[in-house]
């Protein structure tokens, strides 16, 4: 495999005199490197090379290179200069990385230490700087014994603590640090007193005794030839200049074992290239840089600047195919050149047009009878051909005669010509007998880019540890390597053909004979986006990933447990869940076995799946508290929420509501539950994910992933107490480590979260974990993958027993499990009991039910709740009819609370009632969102009446007479809102509460004003106005993300001077204005005087009005009519203050009314006016 080291380019951080910035010219680059050259991570990255024709060298520091001349500097280099006439290669990999590294080992096998036993405790201080260390022995490095590579013999001991000095001149200049340790079983290393590492002993932080064990057995590797082990060092902020003391413990399993070890090694990366010997064991490779963007195979511009963005030079590429460069030949023309020159000077290979791809007679795909496939070459030269998925070289099997394919055949094609580059490869794979109900997906990779020892991403390698997972090994690199996919519907039909990337994929599992693989689309190969709807469940037709998975820990049971898990929370829980579809796999035309295909999480998951910008989202994916690693994006709205929960207490309700602001409230509550009922013992210290839109008002939701664990796989976990296990607030460093239940131990301690978390989780046992529903989808599944179980252990043999057994264990899992988890629930809470909740309605079609968040859709309903913590009951007429009452129930109002003292049996009473279409009003409008927000356009109705209407058949059209009919399903609840969209699947990934969206509008809401119509299924209209983005219409409204929101629902919606912009960024969708006075957000404060509007408005018969007061007075709250006479006096008296609420029932004509509030006395007189709508 081509790699550059640090000989290809000599870079000089020295001190050269510079030249003007003329001297240095871009003079070549490769936008769709393959397989030219790799960098120090192997992969096979973009890259620019910059050359100094000049005898002067040139100081680069702070210069720019671009691939987008409106940002010129978008990426700077540091501090470097390139000298006389040499080449400066830049990797375009979108890495970001400024730091160039020359590293030199400063403590190798074999040094000088001082030593002491682990008889006793060591003097406090022994790992720092300044410590006395003169009493302690004096020995070179290994230390311990048995093992024949211990220089220095210490045995019958359970720990040995060593110190030893080396020197920094200039930390400034260190940009990297390395620690490779030597060991067996454990040990924790300390720089300057500061841990920077430790292995199998403890967590990060934690005290460790002289006389602790190692947590498990670690054999040392060396005596296998195997390198050390590496711990890159972070925080570089403990260096000193001059003296730094590196002081470790090493510990044994027990005393008596048969060999101790511990030798280490420290290697600093530093920007200066003075000192650079480093032991070849160790495998440290050269660190280039990298700009923060890739080139484009399709055509790019780059720019070099100076650091003031004056232009150096530049260069536009033309569309280049894989491995061909772009560079400056000897005559100073830019040319195509088929022979590229990375970090050395250009050969004049003048690229011609390649020769043209072999046609094949019959393309490739499913079969049941053999076939005869020719070859046919339109360039004149000849064709070689392959059967074994490598790629045809010139001196390979030449095609002369058709080829018999009698079985299933993989075969790629190349054309050569003795004056033209090598066309393309063309690659078919012909399968034969496959009847299966899953896709077929037909892969072909050069055996080297698999099996090579040194590259090969499925060998072990050079560096494998001997034990399972095998860490080191070459499949847990991050490397990719070239792959032709081609994608078979079952019935036979051609989903794609295309070459990607490949690498193995997974953690634990990639120890398996069949890894999971991640295939990736890229420029550099076909194009950016995979083309097809992959997943038929998911309205997503591109992707720039999937991801073929072997089931991870259930690899050798029952393999689909985390999708069959994803798919029970699927459409019932708020979160986002991977697709999954299984699929029979071909590698090089053999059988490889089933894998199950599933989504990849990263920025394009969530931005397919929830309508957002792949390019504005924060993922962080974290295995610890100072280790999360960002996938997109950046971590520091995190930071600042947990550093906002450690320093603030949530049971206080104002410092709960900031940090309620900064999550999704509900997704992080179902994402608790989730993992809790599945009983994963894999979580929450791994296996964490989570996101953030780069939007305003954007909050952090929890994917869930990788849940093999859970569902009872290896122990008994149907009676695992995994809510006390997530919410531990010691717990060892894995699995729930104390950062992995931070979170939710911190928002539990708010009773109105903690309310919230119960109810929620009842729900979700009474519905989406309900044990018959539960065994339904696992029948489902077991369904699909049970007969193709036996052909699967065919391939990767096992016993076809383990799947039923672990399929019965499911089965028990999902009997057994909730009776635990309520027990869990009721001790952690410390709730007296359960009461048995049964629902009902007066008949069916008249309406529905929703308690908490679960709308009941079939009655008499029955579910468990937990004693003393209410519940919430929601009567839900459908249209035509509205509700009466509740029988079982005191509270007659459609929202009612119950305080689960006891059982309840209640009945919700719908009776038939005329609707009066003419209320529906036009309430809400989103002509033109913010940059940042993906909703698109929409407009909301809102129904002020008491009746649900239904909107079968009615029309909504533009200015331009587009117009749109609502489907017969279409409804609006009495006092609720409806939605009309030009996006549904965007608006529903931007807003997924809303109940009642419909779509898609066939016209736009224009930006620059436009006139709407609603009217009924008769033809009759039922409302219209014109809005404009110019006054006296708001202009707030205009592409800020705030939307126009109608100030009541009863004023004219024709007058602008009705219409504010919202002063919610998004606006309030399915939900009140936020102009209207809110009196949920009032209701906690009595800070000011304020007159909320009566509810409900219009109302028939009673209303309520709230009003506060700040300061004492005489009350007046009177109501009058239009012609001010008085109708009611409904308080005349002196008040504190407070908050109130007063029942005003109305016996007069239908009409409106004003109520009037007047308080005397005050620090000034204050009057308040709202009006009423009342219709008998």
């Not at 590294?101 to 720092?128: H, K, M």
């Not at 090969?456 to 847990?476: H, K, L, T, V």
């Not at 299984?582 to 309508?611: C, T």
């Not at 065994?775 to 369904?783: P, S």
Request: hydrophobic content about 40%.
């Amino acid at each position: 495999m081509p790699y550059i080291s640090k000989q290809v380019v000599i870079i000089l951080i020295s001190l050269y005199c510079t030249v003007q910035p003329q001297a240095v010219v871009i003079n070549e680059l490769m936008p769709v490197n393959v397989s030219t050259i790799a960098d120090e991570d192997l992969d096979f990255s973009d890259w620019i090379e910059l050359y100094n024709p000049h005898d002067l060298a040139v100081d680069l520091t702070g210069y720019g290179l671009s691939d987008d001349v409106r940002d010129p500097l978008k990426w700077v280099f540091p501090s470097v200069s390139l000298a006389p006439f040499d080449f400066l290669l830049i990797f375009a990999s979108d890495k970001d990385r400024r730091e160039l590294c020359f590293w030199n080992t400063v403590i190798r096998q074999g040094d000088s230490w001082l030593y002491r036993r682990g008889d006793s405790e060591p003097l406090a201080g022994w790992r720092t700087i300044d410590f006395d260390d003169s009493a302690w022995l004096t020995g070179a490095s290994g230390f311990g014994y048995g093992d024949d590579d211990d220089a220095t013999i210490v045995q019958n001991v359970l720990s040995i603590y060593v110190r030893t000095s080396f020197a920094i001149e200039n930390p400034d200049q260190v940009s990297r640090l390395a620690l490779h340790v030597d060991y067996d079983d454990a040990f924790v290393a300390y720089l300057n007193g500061y841990e920077i590492a430790r292995a199998n002993l403890g967590s990060p932080g934690e005290f460790i005794a002289h006389d602790r064990p190692a947590d498990a057995n670690h054999e040392a590797l060396g005596i296998q030839g195997l390198p050390p082990e590496r711990f890159d060092v972070r925080d570089l902020s403990m260096l000193r200049s001059g003296r730094n003391v590196l002081a470790m413990q090493v510990h044994n399993v027990d005393a008596g074992s048969s060999d101790m070890t511990l030798i280490p090694f420290l290697t600093i990366g530093n920007h200066s290239s003075d000192e650079n010997s480093v032991p070849e064991m160790l495998n440290l490779p050269y660190v280039h840089l990298h700009t923060n963007f890739k080139l484009k195979g399709a055509g790019e511009t780059v720019v070099l600047v100076d650091p003031h963005g004056a232009l150096i030079d530049s260069v536009r590429s033309p569309a280049l195919q894989e491995d061909v460069s772009f560079g400056r030949t000897s005559d100073g023309r830019w040319r195509v050149l088929a022979l590229p020159t990375p970090g050395d000077a250009n050969i004049d290979s003048a690229f011609t047009a390649p020769a043209g791809a072999p046609l094949f007679s019959r393309p490739g795909g499913l079969y049941d009878a053999s076939l005869t496939i020719e070859l046919s070459d339109t360039s004149g030269g000849y064709i070689v051909y392959t059967r074994d998925g490598s790629e045809p070289q010139p001196n390979g099997s030449r095609y002369s005669t058709p080829i018999a394919v009698q079985k299933t055949m993989c075969i790629r094609a190349r054309s050569f010509h003795p004056s033209r580059p090598a066309s393309p490869i063309v690659t078919h794979t012909y399968i034969f007998d496959e009847e299966t109900e899953f896709a077929i997906v037909a892969l072909a990779s050069d055996p080297f880019h698999l099996y090579d020892y040194e590259s090969g991403i499925f060998e072990y390698g050079p560096n494998a540890s001997p034990d399972y997972p095998y860490y080191g090994a070459n499949f847990w690199q991050d490397w990719e390597r070239p792959v032709h996919v081609e994608f078979y519907e079952p019935d036979g039909e051609t989903g794609f053909q295309l070459d990607a990337g490949m690498k193995v994929f997974g953690g634990w599992s990639r120890g398996r004979d069949q890894k999971s693989l991640a295939i990736f689309q890229r420029g550099k190969y076909d194009s950016r986006q995979i083309h097809h709807r992959i997943f038929p469940d998911k309205p997503i037709d591109h992707f720039e990933s999937f991801i073929l998975r072997n089931g991870g820990n259930a690899w050798d049971g029952t393999m689909f447990r985390d999708a069959f898990m994803q798919t029970l929370c699927r459409g019932e829980m708020d979160l986002e869940t991977m697709a999954y579809r299984p699929a029979q796999v071909y590698l090089n035309g053999d059988y490889w076995g089933m894998l199950i295909i599933r989504e990849k999480i990263n920025e394009h998951f969530v931005a397919a799946n929830r309508g957002l910008d792949p390019d504005r989202i924060d993922i962080l994916d974290t295995t610890g508290r100072s280790s999360a690693e960002v996938m997109a994006g950046t971590n520091a709205d995190y930071v600042a929420l947990l550093n906002f929960i450690e320093t603030h207490d949530l049971s206080v309700a104002e410092h709960y509501e900031t940090a309620a602001s900064m999550i999704d409230v509900n997704n992080f509550i179902d994402y608790q539950i989730a993992e809790i009922y599945f009983g994963n013992t894999d979580w929450p210290g791994n296996n964490i994910k989570y996101y953030k839109p780069q939007i305003p008002g954007g909050r952090w939701r929890w994917l869930i992933y990788d849940t093999d664990f859970g569902f009872h796989l290896y122990d008994d976990s149907y009676n695992h107490d995994t809510l006390a296990f997530a919410t531990e607030a010691n717990g060892p460093s894995w699995p729930n480590p104390p950062w992995s239940t931070l979170l939710l131990r911190s928002f539990l301690r708010n009773e109105h979260f903690r309310r919230l978390f119960i109810n929620r989780f009842a729900d979700h046992m009474n519905t989406t974990f309900a044990p018959a529903r539960v065994k339904t989808v696992l029948d489902e599944f077991d369904a699909l993958f049970g007969p193709e179980v036996h052909r699967q252990r065919q391939r990767w043999p096992g016993s076809e027993g383990q799947y039923s057994s672990r399929l019965t264990r499911m089965h028990l899992f999902a009997d057994r499990r909730a009776p635990f988890v309520r027990e869990s629930i009721r001790d952690m809470f410390n709730i007296a009991g359960d009461i048995r909740v049964t629902l009902d309605i007066s008949a069916p079609g008249e309406g529905s039910i929703k308690i908490n968040s679960r709308a009941i859709a079939t009655f008499p309903w029955q579910g468990s709740y937990f004693k003393n913590v209410p519940i919430t009951l929601q009567a839900i007429p459908h249209p035509g009819y509205r509700f009466v009452r509740w029988d079982g129930l005191q509270d007659g109002a459609m929202t009612v609370t119950y305080d689960s003292r006891a059982a309840l049996t209640a009945k919700a009473i719908f009776a038939a009632a005329a609707a009066n279409t003419a209320d529906i009003v036009i309430n809400e409008i989103n002509y033109h969102s913010g940059p940042d927000l993906p909703a698109k356009e929409w407009l909301e109705l809102y129904n002020p009446g008491e009746v649900s209407i239904s909107l079968a058949g009615w029309r909504m059209r533009d200015a331009d007479d587009g117009h749109f009919t609502l489907p017969t399903n279409a409804s609006i609840p009495a006092h609720g809102f409806a939605i009309l969209c030009t996006d549904t699947t965007h608006f529903i990934r931007f807003s997924s509460n809303v109940d009642f969206v419909y779509g898609d509008l066939p016209f736009g809401l224009s930006n620059a004003g436009d006139s709407l119509y609603l009217y009924d299924s008769t033809g009759r209209l039922v409302d219209a106005l014109f809005y404009d983005d110019e006054p006296p219409w708001p202009l707030a409204a205009d592409g800020t993300g705030h939307t126009l929101e109608l100030r009541d629902p009863i004023l004219d919606n024709a007058d602008p001077v009705n219409w504010l912009a919202s002063s919610i960024v998004g606006g309030t969708p399915g939900r009140s204005n936020s102009v209207l006075s809110d009196i949920g957000a009032r209701a906690t404060s009595a800070n000011s005087f304020w007159l909320a509007q009566n509810y409900p408005n219009p109302f028939n018969g009673r209303t309520t009005i709230h009003y506060s007061l700040a300061a004492a007075g005489f009350v007046r709250l009177v109501v009058y009519d239009l012609l001010g006479r008085e109708v009611a006096t409904l308080v005349a008296e002196r008040q504190s203050p407070g908050l109130f609420s007063v029942n005003w029932r109305a016996d007069g004509p239908s009409g409106i009314y004003l109520c009037r509030l007047e308080i005397e006395g005050a620090a000034e007189n204050v009057t308040c006016v709202k009006k009423m709508a009342f219709v008998r």
